[in-house]
Nanobody
Framework: QVQLVESGGGLVQPGGSLRLSCAASGTIFSINAMGWYRQAPGKQRELVAAITSSGSTNYADSVKGRFTISRDNAKNTVYLQMNSLKPEDTAVYYC???????????WGQGTQVSVSS
């Protein structure tokens, strides 16, 4: 089992920045992928950004150039730096972990990000 704990959400004005963190604990497989998804009211959950344990990254087109995903493998922690936030970025952001030893993956509890003036 892998447990994920997110932090860093909140309310920010358009154009502002936030940094999300997600710490993983439990049985962590060294080769894995961690990422951030988001779900806005009435919409499906969508991938925002993902990063493998080797450092390969993938971003949704809507956040390219504004968001940066990074990780600290020693701390089993993934970060999402969000800059130039827009109202349409408002959603609950979920951390996700996946590995060959846990193909169904594991989800965090979610953290609310609200972008409003």
């Amino acid at each position: 089992q892998v447990q994920l704990v997110e932090s860093g959400g909140g309310l920010v004005q358009p154009g502002g920045s936030l940094r999300l963190s997600c710490a993983a604990s439990g049985t962590i497989f060294s080769i894995n992928a961690m990422g951030w998804y988001r779900q806005a009211p009435g919409k499906q959950r969508e991938l925002v950004a993902a990063i493998t344990s080797s450092g390969s990254t993938n971003y949704a087109d809507s956040v390219k150039g504004r968001f940066t995903i990074s990780r600290d493998n020693a701390k089993n922690t993934v970060y999402l730096q969000m800059n130039s936030l827009k109202p349409e970025d408002t959603a609950v952001y979920y951390c996700h972990y996946s590995a060959i030893t846990l193909p169904s993956g594991s989800w965090g509890q979610g953290t609310q990000v609200s972008v409003s003036s």
